[in-house]
């Protein structure tokens, strides 16, 4: 009930953070060594937001707080209220930040009527609260809330099956028999992969990042792609560095990727190329297939 409570409140959306991975209390020594162990960095929570961070481990590591109420004259009643209040407070994050999240350059989670919000809502219910912990120093509680983007039970998952292929890309087409073969592409050399270098470009993650050639037309986006690769494995790896996203890559089997730089983005989660790249991605992925296989990686700043 608290949640649907907050679907219908003004949500707010915090600024994206890139400044690294966010930190957990000292106090909670535990929550830090779990963290570490399973091998997750915090996307969010009291002190901001980190999307590179949830979008590059496909994990979504939320952070609640919440300090025992003196009013409760029993330490186990107050560690008790503590634990449940910091769910509930990771739980109000979490739908903060998912919903005006941007699906692709033209769309928000939070765009349309109550579906998308009830969806929202249904996969933070499904939430698997991951770990709790309690300073009876502090008196305070922290509760860490996980939701994968990516698999079967994942949001991408839950997100595709809501909109559909046809509502992903409204307005857009595809533009594949717009491009020519290049002329430029290395001779001998068969690309499996696509690398596109957006650290010049206000680029941002998204669910459904598109790649548009500056003519309008649009090179990649989900329509492109298998809803089992889609769910699976997200339309694309998100790294730092290019050398990250060619390890990235690997995982998905790629061995020769193209390394394309961006020229611009549109609403800053849709990258653009220029024509010249547009018909060099195109002629080497009438080859390889490399696109239906979403084997793409985005380099961010």
């Known amino acids: 009930m608290l949640l649907l409570v907050l679907l219908v409140l003004p949500l707010s959306q915090p600024p994206p953070c890139y400044c690294g991975a966010l930190q957990v209390d000292g106090a909670f020594p535990g929550a830090n060594a779990w963290l570490s162990h399973q091998g997750f960095q915090v996307t969010g929570g009291p002190a901001g937001r980190d999307d590179l961070t949830a979008f590059s481990q496909g994990t979504i590591i939320f952070i609640g707080e919440a300090a025992g109420n003196p009013e409760h004259a029993q330490p186990a009643q107050r560690e008790i209220m503590a634990k449940r209040a910091a769910v509930v407070m990771a739980q109000k994050?979490?739908?903060?930040?998912?919903?005006?999240?941007?699906?692709?350059?033209?769309?928000?989670?939070?765009d349309g009527q109550g579906a998308v919000a009830s969806s929202v809502a249904g996969v933070v219910r499904r939430a698997q609260v991951a770990y709790q912990e309690y300073s009876r120093e502090n008196e305070k509680a922290i509760a860490i809330l996980?939701?994968?983007?990516?698999?079967?039970?994942?949001?991408?998952?839950h997100l595709y099956e809501l909109l559909g292929k046809g509502d992903l890309a409204p307005g857009l087409d595809i533009g594949?028999?717009?491009?020519?073969?290049?002329?430029?592409?290395?001779?001998?050399?068969?690309y499996d992969g696509l690398i596109v270098d957006a650290r010049d470009q206000e680029f941002r993650p998204a669910f459904l990042n598109r790649i548009i050639a500056s003519s309008g037309d649009t090179l990649y986006d989900?329509?492109?792609?298998?809803?089992?690769?889609?769910?699976?494995?997200?339309?694309?790896?998100?790294?730092?560095?290019?050398?990250?996203?060619?390890?990235?890559?690997?995982?998905?089997?790629?061995?020769?990727?193209?390394?394309?730089?961006?020229?611009?983005?549109?609403?800053?989660?849709?990258?653009?190329?220029?024509a010249d790249d547009a018909a060099l991605i195109y002629s080497a992925d009438q080859t390889a297939g490399f696109l239906a296989g979403a084997k793409v990686a985005f380099v961010l700043r």
């Not at 698999?151 to 991408?156: D, H, I, L, R, S």
């Not at 594949?176 to 068969?190: P, T, Y």
């Not at 193209?258 to 653009?272: C, F």
């Open 93 to 110: 994050q979490v739908v903060e930040y998912l919903y005006g999240f941007a699906i692709n350059g033209e769309r928000r989670v939070g």
């Open 146 to 157: 996980r939701i994968d983007l990516h698999g079967p039970g994942g949001f991408v998952s």
């Open 176 to 190: 594949g028999q717009r491009f020519v073969s290049a002329s430029n592409l290395a001779e001998g050399i068969q």
């Open 222 to 274: 989900p329509t492109l792609v298998s809803q089992k690769v889609l769910v699976q494995h997200g339309l694309a790896e998100y790294s730092t560095t290019v050398a990250k996203a060619r390890a990235a890559l690997e995982t998905r089997g790629v061995l020769r990727p193209l390394l394309i730089r961006a020229t611009g983005t549109r609403q800053a989660v849709d990258i653009e190329v220029s």
